[in-house]
């Protein structure tokens, strides 16, 4: 600068590109950044972990009771109290705090078929998107304010039952552009279940028909079932898990027996000369199933059977085959069989009504009219790891979106 | 450049400047930083998908008729020594199994080599054999993700049939526990 205190154009001209420099790298300098930002997806693919996590090697988990209403059902019968989250009713849906599909806290990775049935069920929990009461944003994503988008599927790689076509289950909505994801491996625990051949050749055939009642009980002795050396992939716990029980071939006992062959059930011709049961006038067409009872401890009195739901099948093989689902504690209505009767019987819970634990037996008897035509079935068929169809584990892939 | 009076000759001036900010901005700008935060994603997910296979291998999937545990899927490869059948199972039956196809469409590259060691121990030293090698094309060395390495213990009954001659030599023939690696990359 002069004396005069003018500018000399050298100086502006070196400001001005120095003011301009500096503008410039402070405008580049975020930029510069953008790749030590974290991307997006970041925060996602955590979420996917978690749920993940949650899904596969957590059996979730059920309060005692409602958190709306407060305890006000336990104690009663008929309490949901204490039951794992799959078997929890409309009304108690929201006890259920976690949705777990593991079989067992110390079983990753090994799912319940129950469970999976259950979490997929889109009647019985919430999967629209824009609502508030979304129940797999709350009780799986534990984030009921902030709007996760999810989709969350399940396929078999393996088949279910050979010659079934493949599962495939997906709640949530379809993956859109960017996402977090993870995708676990895991197996799949299905239920068991039995089929029993009455044929009169059979241990199940009874040998007369004096006897006080015709009727054939399924024996459920908790003590083999909840064997401690069993792991619980392969335990047979049927207070988690519907059994069916398959019986056929009635038609082969009526009027019929090992002892004393009846040639009545097999031909109508021989029927006058049937000495045995004289008193019949008409060849035999079909047993009557007259009742269904509970035995608790397998020797106490008859009880009327209690269960969650009790589907009964007759005949499906045929055109007049029906299937019903039993009230618990109320008398069955006589119903004819023909040849077949399924019974698939929903978990034995909760114990304290029934006495079916690890430590007690329980059986199930299915009465027959003990008039003409007689039923000669008897015994006791043991549900035992031996004596019924244990599925294989199935392997499947299950895969969680999160955005 | 610069004149006897140490002046700038204004207009060089100005265009060297701009050059070199223009330059710093570019080889600045042009070096993304792959922070492990990032890394540790697509390998976390690698991980855990080859962790849950081996669990999946190594779990029987009924009981015998004494009601004890079958054999599992990967203890019997590992007892045979079955090389193929290890490398088919992990990648054919669950990565890319044909048929089944994920509900993801960007679950990332289908085609995933593996490589899987045996290690055991010997009287006094830790030793390894390979159960499954990759074939001689290893993929794009220079595009290829980096690798994750998933292990899981596995009960052998004896010493596997079908062993190299220097392992058949090294590896007791008694109960054991041998631990089963598996290097997993994306090509």
């Not at chain 1, 407060?70 to 259920?96: M, T």
């Not at chain 1, 889109?122 to 709350?138: G, L």
């Not at chain 2, 993700?145 to 596995?154: F, H, I, K, M």
Request: net charge negative; proline share 7%.
């Amino acid at each position: 600068m002069r004396d005069s205190a003018q500018l000399p154009v050298d100086f502006l001209v070196g400001f001005t590109i120095f003011i301009l420099s500096l503008i410039m790298v402070a405008n580049f300098v975020p930029s510069l950044l953008v790749g030590l930002q974290r991307t997006t997806g970041i925060d996602y693919d955590a979420v996917a972990y978690r749920t993940g996590v949650v899904l596969v090697e957590d059996p979730g988990e059920k309060t005692g009771c409602d958190l709306g209403t407060g305890c006000v059902d336990l104690g009663k019968p008929d309490s949901q109290g204490f039951r794992p989250w799959e078997q929890a009713d409309i009304y108690h849906k929201n006890e259920i705090l976690r949705l777990g599909l593991a079989v067992s806290s110390n079983t990753p990775n090994i799912l319940s078929i129950n469970k999976i049935n259950r979490f997929f069920d889109t009647t019985f929990f919430n999967d629209q998107f824009d609502s508030t009461t979304n129940d797999y944003r709350s009780k799986l994503l534990f984030s009921p304010t902030y709007q996760y988008g999810y989709n969350v599927t399940l396929q078999n790689i393996s088949p279910m039952k050979a010659g079934e076509p493949a599962l495939k289950m997906s709640v949530g909505q379809p993956y859109p552009a960017g996402y977090g994801y993870i995708r676990r491996y895991v197996l799949i625990k299905q239920n068991t279940n039995a089929t029993v051949n009455v044929n009169k050749t059979m241990a199940f055939n009874a040998v007369s028909d004096d006897q006080v009642k015709q009727e054939f009980r399924i024996r459920l002795d908790g003590r083999i079932l909840y064997n401690r050396s069993i792991d619980n992939p392969y335990k047979i716990d049927l207070l988690r898990e519907p059994f069916t029980i398959r019986i056929t071939n009635l038609s082969s006992v009526l009027n019929n027996s090992a002892k004393n062959p009846s040639p009545i059930a097999n031909s109508s011709s021989q029927w006058a000369t049937n000495f045995n049961y004289p008193a019949e006038l008409l060849p035999p067409t079909n047993a009557t199933l007259t009742n269904i009872v509970f035995y608790p401890s397998c020797t106490a009195p008859s009880i009327p059977f209690y269960a969650d739901r009790m589907n009964l099948t007759v005949d499906p093989e045929l055109p007049s085959g029906s299937t019903q689902i039993l009230p618990s504690g109320t008398p069955l209505t006589p119903l004819p069989v023909v040849n077949t009767i399924e019974l698939s019987v929903d978990p034995l819970w909760p114990p304290g009504v029934i006495l079916f634990d690890e430590y007690n037996c329980l059986e199930i008897g299915l009465v027959f009219q003990n008039n003409l035509p007689h039923t000669l079935v008897t015994g006791s068929f043991l549900y035992d790891y031996t004596n019924v169809t244990r599925p294989s584990l199935s392997t499947g892939m299950l895969e969680v979106g999160i955005w | 450049m610069v004149k006897d009076g140490a002046q700038l000759y204004t207009m060089e001036g100005i265009a060297a400047g701009l050059i070199m900010l223009l330059t710093t901005y570019l080889v600045l700008g042009s070096t993304s930083v792959y922070t492990p935060g990032d890394t540790h994603i697509t390998d976390m997910q690698l991980e855990q998908v080859g962790s849950d296979i081996l669990k999946i291998m190594d779990t029987p999937r009924n009981l015998t008729n004494s009601l004890r545990p079958n054999q599992s899927d990967l203890a019997l490869m590992v007892n045979t020594t079955d090389q193929q059948g290890f490398n088919t199972s992990f990648v054919g039956t669950y990565l890319n199994k044909p048929g089944i196809s994920a509900e993801a469409t960007q679950s990332g590259s289908s085609r995933i080599m593996i490589k899987a060691t045996v290690w055991f121990r010997n009287q006094s030293s830790l030793q390894s054999y390979q159960l499954y090698a990759p074939p001689g094309n290893l993929g794009n060395f220079s595009a290829r993700e980096p690798g994750v390495r998933v292990t899981r213990l596995v009960h052998l009954s004896g010493k596997p049939t079908g062993l190299g001659p220097i392992a058949s030599v090294n590896m007791r023939n008694k109960p054991q526990e041998a631990l089963v690696e598996v290097l997993m990359w994306q090509v």
